[in-house]
Structure formats: C-alpha cells, structure tokens
C-alpha cells in the first residue's frame, strides 16, 4: 500500500506518476510509482505495492524490482486526492483533444443534366420557345454590365465590389448567350 504519510506528514494528493515521455494532450503515467503531495506541500515519489517513497522521482524504479517475484497482475485503483489542501498547480491534461475531424467535402451532387441530343421534337419546341426569354436575359444583362462599367469608368473606381458586379454580370451573360447558341445548334 503506498505510504500515507512520510515522516508523520500526510499525504494529501496521491496520483500516478506522469511519465516524462507525456507531452500536450497526452498523459503517459506509471502504473508502479506514484506522485505524492504532502500537507507541508513537500513532493515525493513511492512505491504503489508499499510505502516505499523518495523525492527522486528515479529511485522508485529501481525499488519496484523487490516486487518482482510476483507478476501480480496490476490493476490501478481509481485513486482522488482527498484532504482539503488542494494542488497547486495545473492537472495533468487527461483528455486528448480528438484529432481534428476530417472535413467531410460538402459537394452537392450537381443535377442530372440532360443532354439536349436526347430531347424529343416537343421537348426542342418547347426549348425554342425559351429562346426568346434567353435573349431578353441575355440583353439584360449586358445592359446591366454595359451600366456598370460606364459607372466604374465614371468614378474611375476600382473599387471591387464594382468589379465583381460587373464580372458576375460578364458571366450570367455569357452563359445566357452560350445556351441561347446551343439551343439554336439543336432547333437548326
Ligand atoms: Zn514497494
């Protein structure tokens, strides 16, 4: 039984020795030796089968070979530091942080296109017809672009959220334009 006093000071927190081998985030302990705090708030190491202690932390090993002979299967008792002196100090970290969870990449399926060599002729009618509205978007668009550049040249701004107006803009026209010119390749 490890000690509970030394030299008739108590010992008021009793925990197991952390290994120098711990580092941030993991606490690597010996099952053997233990680190003991005293009332008088001296620090010792003993021996976890008696009570055995010494302040160097290295003498504890060498002393746990005298219990050797019998490979008692060792269990560790959850041991609480009790008494009212608490430790002063920061705890040993016990919880390893999980590792940063793995980013799961949020890619929404895209919608199933359909290719517009698979459309029947009602389905090209119907497409035609939206020509029209592809035009007018497109028109749209380009007026709006054709706004905000003269209004970027006006202020000679290069301020960005002008610019990026206008390259969204760029983009929503082109790609109004490059529908418009597919459908058109389909209903020729
Ligand atoms: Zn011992």
Redesign the pocket.
């Known amino acids: 039984m490890t000690a509970t006093h030394v030299k008739g000071v108590a010992v008021v927190a009793d925990e197991p020795a952390q290994s120098p081998i711990s580092r941030p985030g993991v606490n690597v302990v010996f099952d053997q030796i233990r680190h003991l705090l005293l009332a008088d708030e001296s620090e010792w190491y003993g021996?976890?089968?008696?009570?055995?202690v010494s302040q160097n932390p290295n003498s504890i090993r060498p002393?746990?070979k005298?219990?050797k002979p019998k490979p008692a299967p060792e269990v560790r008792k959850p041991h609480k530091p009790s008494g009212p002196v608490g430790r002063t100090g920061t705890a040993p970290a016990n919880r390893s942080e999980p590792a940063t969870r793995r980013r799961q990449p949020s890619k929404p399926a895209p919608p199933p296109t359909r290719d517009l060599g698979s459309l029947n002729l009602g389905e090209l009618v119907e497409r035609a017809q939206l020509t029209e509205q592809m035009r007018a978007q497109r028109d749209a668009a380009r007026r709006e672009a054709a706004d905000a550049q003269a209004l970027a040249n006006d202020w000679k701004s290069r301020a960005d959220d002008w610019r990026l107006r206008f390259e969204g803009m760029k983009a929503r026209m082109e790609k109004a334009e490059g529908t418009l010119s597919r459908i058109r390749a389909m209903v020729k």
């Open positions: 021996c976890v089968h008696c009570d055995y002393h746990l005298a219990h």
